[in-house]
């Protein structure tokens, strides 16, 4: 009888934790705004594209249960052998060598799981390292201590550096830590390879809502790419320790009609064009925000 009203109150125990677990991770915990981070948020940001929607699909319908079915089943199991095998039970322990049956369960049902884990994730990975070869938009950002730059080599070689605003810099809109002096403006609908490298030391580019984490390493050239239907502003931050600032290192991405992209772009010929940087671009600021 004791036996029993310990395991009602463990399989409750468990079941209140798997439910408050399952519900952080479902559409109403998620964060109102896509691209922003919110304060004490555990899960990830509402996708922005579909790789990013693959990959939230598959961790929290695919991946979480199955951590979760494991977690319960070998807690469950750790409290059954707990009561079942205690030495008040069995003061005569068990000489049982080896039980083949039990051995060979537990060698092929892991295998299994293994193999229906890996045949979406390799699916996911596919898509997000294969780069359309038609891709509309070509950037490249390039990292420094502690700032990112970008070109588009396509339009002009325009080129500006993306500076993390100050505090006394904040204004109304701006976020502290995230938001940039000049943001990476790309159009919405659009698939945009971003190709990414590094002029001193690794950084990575990071945007969490698009599913994007690309290293930049001095000499190289990696490539990724995403594609945004929404507009809006999205942000993300190195992730990869560079130095002593390297919690400053922002990233912050507009992503405009394709009316306001292009008279964007025209502004940013007359500006950046042939790194034409450092002339008058607050009016370009201006325009995008």
């Not at 369960?105 to 390799?122: E, G, K, Q, R, Y």
């Not at 190195?238 to 991405?253: A, D, K, Q, W, Y």
């Amino acid at each position: 009888m004791k036996l029993s009203k310990n395991l009602s109150f463990t399989h409750k125990f468990i079941l209140a934790l798997s439910t408050m677990i399952i519900a952080m991770n479902s559409p109403l915990f998620a964060a109102e705004n896509i691209g922003v981070p919110q304060d004490y948020q555990m899960i990830f940001q509402d996708a922005a594209t579909p790789n990013m929607a693959d990959i939230t699909w598959f961790h929290n319908l695919f991946l979480f249960p199955v951590m979760l079915a494991i977690a319960l089943f070998v807690t469950l199991l750790l409290i059954y052998v707990m009561f079942k095998f205690s030495a008040k039970k069995n003061p005569k322990p068990s000489k049982t060598s080896h039980n083949s049956l039990i051995e060979v369960l537990w060698t092929v049902i892991p295998v299994i799981i293994l193999v229906a884990i890996s045949i979406p994730s390799f699916r996911i990975l596919y898509t997000q390292q294969a780069i359309p070869v038609d891709a509309d938009l070509t950037v490249k950002a390039t990292g420094y201590q502690w700032y990112w730059g970008y070109e588009y080599p396509d339009n002009d070689a325009i080129y500006f550096d993306s500076l993390p605003l100050e505090e006394e810099e904040l204004t109304e809109g701006k976020i502290r830590l995230l938001s940039v002096d000049n943001p990476l403006v790309v159009p919405a609908g659009k698939v945009v390879r971003v190709q990414v490298t590094s002029s001193d030391v690794i950084h990575n580019w990071a945007v969490p809502s698009f599913g994007v984490k690309m290293d930049a390493i001095p000499g190289r050239l990696n490539e990724t790419w995403f594609k945004v239907d929404k507009p809006g502003v999205y942000y993300g931050m190195c992730s990869e320790l560079c130095g002593v600032r390297h919690s400053f290192m922002p990233i912050e991405v507009h992503v405009l009609e394709q009316k306001d992209y292009n008279n964007w772009l025209n502004m940013a010929k007359d500006q950046f064009a042939n790194n034409n940087y450092f002339q008058n671009n607050k009016q370009l600021v201006r325009l995008v925000n």
